[in-house]
């Protein structure tokens, strides 16, 4: 079992950065070659990836939404990974979560450990 907690989530002004930390308890990322993955849902919209990495960091994966603004790093003996945004705009509002499992998947149905999600809203 790998349990997840996000955190870093909150206002910004358009323009702005957020950074979101995601921490893992529970089974290591590293030990279980864990891929994390970063998925966002806005009010009336499905929930959907916005960034993934692999265990050992050399693969990542970044929607075209926020190829370029967002990057995604992980720091396995600390169990955490992070996302790191700029260029926020208001498109960009969301919940975020961060997911884990043993393989990539582009459909949040594939991933089974989640966090509950931090809200991240960017005003105009």
């Known amino acids: 079992q790998v349990q997840l907690a996000e955190s870093g989530g909150g206002l910004v002004q358009a323009g702005g950065s957020l950074s979101l930390a995601c921490a893992a308890s529970g089974r290591t990322l590293r030990s279980y070659a864990i891929t994390v993955g970063w998925f966002r849902q806005a009010p009336g919209k499905e929930r959907g990836l916005v960034a993934a990495?692999?265990?050992?960091?050399?693969?990542?994966y970044y929607s075209d939404s926020v190829k370029g603004r967002f990057t995604i790093s992980r720091d396995n003996p600390k169990n955490l990974v992070y996302l790191q945004m700029s260029s926020l705009q208001p498109e960009d509002t969301a919940v975020y979560y961060c997911?884990?499992?043993?393989?990539?998947?582009?459909?949040?149905?594939?991933?089974?450990?989640w966090g509950q999600g931090t809200q991240v809203t960017v005003s105009s």
């Open positions: 997911a884990a499992d043993e393989a990539f998947s582009y459909s949040d149905y594939a991933w089974n450990y």
């Open positions: 990495i692999n265990w050992s960091g050399d693969w990542i």
